[in-house]
Every structure is written in C-alpha cells, then in structure tokens.
C-alpha cells in the first residue's frame, strides 16, 4: 500500500492553511484509539478535521459527511481518557500557528490558551504520521514538558524515546531514507484534501466489509461443520430400518410356534417360511414364549419410533444445512456494509447488533421488465412474502443456493420466452453454480409459492413449477 509520505501533508497543509489558521476548535471526539476528530470553525465554515493513526491507514483530512459514513464513525457514550484530556485544554482554543517540520511526517497545532488559574500558556498538539510508530502528543510549548499522548511509549516498547504525561518532548530520531512510493506520486496537484478523504475511506470501508464478512463467514462454518458432524453421528447410530422389522418378524414367529416349543428356554429353533430356512431365536429363558414375543414387539416398537424421530430429526437438520449453504452464499456474493449486516442478525439472532436501516433490494429493468433480486435470507424473504403479486414468476437454481429472482408483471404486461430466458440467466448468475456448464433453473407464478410455519427467512415450497436448462 502507498504511504502518507511528508511531501503530501505538505501539499495539504498548503491547500488548506488559510482556513487552518486562527480556526476554533469547537469539539473534539475520539471514535476509537487511533481516531480523533477535531470540528474546527473558521471563515463561517466548519470542518470536521479527521487524524487516524492506524499503522495501516495513518493519515489527515478534512472529512466529508459521505466518506464519514463510509468510515463508521461511532461516538462511544463515554469518551477515552485522552479525549477528555484534549476536550479540558484544546476545546474553545484558536489555532495561533500550523508548522510541518522540514521534511518530516509530523504537523504540529501550536494553541494560545489558559490553565487553571488564568495564565496564558502556550501549548502544542503535534501529529506523528509514521507507520507503527505514529501517534498524538500534546505538550506544553513553553517547559516542553508532554501533558499526554494517544499512546504512552515506555522503556519496554522503545529504548530511543519515550513517551508519556511528565517526559519532556523530543523529536522522533531521524530515520535512514528509504526508498518508497507515497501518494504524493500518484496524487494529482489539485484538491488534495478530497483525494486523501476518498482514498483512505474507500480503504477503510474495504476494510470493514472483509473484516465483517470474515466474522459471519467464520461463525456461519463452525455452523455448518457442526450441523454436518451431528446428521453423520445420528446416522451411525440410528438403527438400520430391516433390523428394526426384524424384531416384529421374530415376534410372530415366536407367537405362531407357542405350542412347539417350551417356555423358559435359552433359544428355539423355528422353521422361517419366507426365508425358507430353520433359524435359531435367542430368547431370555427367564421368560415365557409369550414374554419373549413381547420383548421383540417392544424393540420394534422402540426402534420404529426411534427411527421416526431421528429420520425427522435428520431432516430438520438437513434443512438447516441447506440454509446454512444458502447463507454462505450470500456473505460470498455480499460487498456492502447494510447486506452483510442483515445476514450477521441472522445467524446471530440472539445478539444486540447495531440498528441498520433495511437495505436496498437490487433492481435490473430488461425490456420494460422490472426485475428484482435478493442478495440475503432477509431480502429473499422480503420478496416473496412483501413484493410478489400473486401473477409475478419467481426464479431459483434447482437445489442450490442463490438468489431469489422477481419478474414484476405489470397490469397489461406479459411474460415471453426472452424475458423467461434473461430472469433464468440472472438466477444462474447469482447463484453458487454460477460457473457450471448447465443447470436447471426453475420457475413459476408467485402464488404457487408458500412459506412452512417457522420455516428459514426466505424458505418456500412450491408447485406447478417449470425448469430451463441455461449454459
């Protein structure tokens, strides 16, 4: 990644010393250890001044509201130590002075203010915009002693310079040149401060999305793994269906040979019409005939409700596998922040998550066609049980994951093979066989469609369905 190299914040400072200068800080705010954001007034204007001191993504600018979105800005109620810190001396404060070192990746905010008793000091906030080491230091100008830092530096962390509230301030030791590209080359020369803004939040929004989708991706395997473990240990010990019949068969062959043999007996040997053979029945000889028949009709009784439950217990889960591939899917597909965030209420339903607003439903228009097409569980959901008018068609792969298709059909309109064609094209497309040579897509009117009580977000059954084969 390209690095916020000195001869940038020189061009930024250039661009926007005017409005720098002899500005107020009206509040300070302080979203996470590495951010900070300073709204400073000045010409009639205010600004919200943004320093982030992420190893990954140091850098300054003026932040416009778009790209603050874009960030995830959220405001702890309770703000940091350093913060407050900040807000007791800086908070009213003009800025006298801005100066960048020569040379160096540090901006330094000199600030004309009074402590406690009303003296005038002089104070200074210097930036450190250098890789792991960056970092926010306020010191007093004139004993040049540190009031506090965004992070304290002790003698474990570094043997040159320390840094912590009561230390005097020094520079940072001159570093060995290094040959590297910084965004100054590839910057344009103009509107600076809109190009550091964009870039680095379109980074960091990058950032979000697969930090989160590795979260829910990570969460919705472990799932998946645990789902599959479980249907294979109830497999191996569910007891076969013919050896369960067995039970019942031995049952009747005891009760219809009670007169040719003596009870009490350890085992009996009964001539086996259908098999046509002579087989030996083990029996509790501390039971009667009729005991023993018994006791092979309670097993069958036992294994064919064991094997009732456990087969609908299979399918059960069966079903959830399914929407656990269908949800994998969906964080595969997903790219933005609000769908991705749709999909972690999901498999987290439990967890108090950020409120979201409901995001947009994608939408094509193909020959006057409006076309809709879900990207989650919670979108697919939406539209078949909201969007669908009883006439629309509804598209799906066959017995795979992926999006749910809508053709609206408008009053006067009607389906023809392109359109059928182009919405079963889109179905393939947004799908897990997406790259497969052929594969059948069905589709069928919206009011052949049904949803099964407590069924899955966005799981239907369905009937007088038809199938295309798509390449």
């Not at 320093?51 to 300054?60: E, T």
């Not at 473990?229 to 067995?246: A, G, L, M, V």
């Amino acid at each position: 990644m390209n690095n916020f190299d000195y001869i940038l914040l020189e061009n930024f400072l250039k661009e926007n010393i005017d409005f720098l200068k002899n500005s107020r800080i009206q509040k300070i705010q302080q979203p996470t250890r590495t951010e900070l954001i300073f709204s400073v007034r000045n010409l009639g204007e205010t600004r919200k001044f943004y320093i982030n001191i992420n190893p990954n993504m140091f850098h300054i600018c003026f932040m416009s509201k778009e790209n603050e979105e874009k960030r995830f800005i959220k405001i702890p109620q309770k703000p940091p130590m350093f913060c407050m810190l900040l807000r007791k001396y800086l908070e009213s404060s003009l800025i006298a002075k801005i100066v960048q070192p020569q040379g160096e990746r540090i901006l330094e905010f000199y600030f004309e203010t009074y402590d406690e008793t009303d003296e005038k000091i002089y104070l200074c906030l210097a930036i450190e915009l250098m890789g792991k080491h960056s970092n926010i230091i306020l010191y007093n100008y004139d004993t040049n002693m540190i009031i506090g830092c965004a992070h304290n530096v002790g003698a474990d962390k570094s043997r040159e310079r320390e840094l912590f509230g009561g230390l005097p301030y020094c520079y940072p030791p001159k570093a060995q040149k290094k040959d590297f590209k910084g965004l100054s080359s590839i910057f344009k020369a103009t509107d600076i401060n809109s190009q550091i803004d964009d870039y680095f939040a379109n980074l960091q929004y990058e950032k979000t999305i697969k930090n989160l989708k590795s979260k829910i991706f990570q969460i919705t395997n472990q799932k998946q793994k645990h789902i599959t473990q479980t249907i294979s240990k109830i497999k191996r010990q569910i007891n076969p269906k013919e050896k369960t019949e067995n039970y019942r068969k031995l049952g009747d062959l005891i009760m219809s040979n009670l007169y040719n043999n003596e009870d009490y007996s350890k085992n009996i040997e009964i001539f086996d019409y259908e098999a046509n053979q002579t087989i030996k029945i083990n029996l509790d000889e501390t039971k009667t005939l009729k005991e023993n028949a018994n006791r092979y009709y309670k097993l069958y009784t036992k294994g064919k409700t064991a094997l009732e439950k456990t087969t609908q217990m299979i399918q059960e889960l069966e079903l959830e596998k399914t929407n656990i591939e269908q949800i994998l899917y969906s964080i595969e597909e997903c790219n933005t922040y609000d769908k991705l965030k749709e999909i972690e209420e999901e498999i987290l339903p439990n967890q108090k998550t950020e409120k979201i607003k409901p995001s947009k439903i994608d939408e094509q228009i193909i020959d006057n066609f409006k076309i809709y097409i879900g990207k989650n569980n919670k979108q697919n959901d939406y539209i078949v049980s909201k969007l669908a008018r009883p006439n629309d068609l509804w598209f799906h792969i066959h017995n795979c994951a992926g999006s749910h298709i809508l053709l609206r059909l408008e009053a006067g309109q009607k389906e023809n093979d392109k359109i059928i064609f182009e919405c079963a094209k889109l179905a393939k497309k947004h799908s897990i066989a997406k790259n497969s040579s052929k594969v059948g897509i069905i589709y069928t009117k919206a009011k052949n469609l049904k949803k099964p009580p407590k069924a899955n977000l966005g799981y239907v059954i369905y009937q007088n369905e038809q199938e295309i084969i798509i390449d």
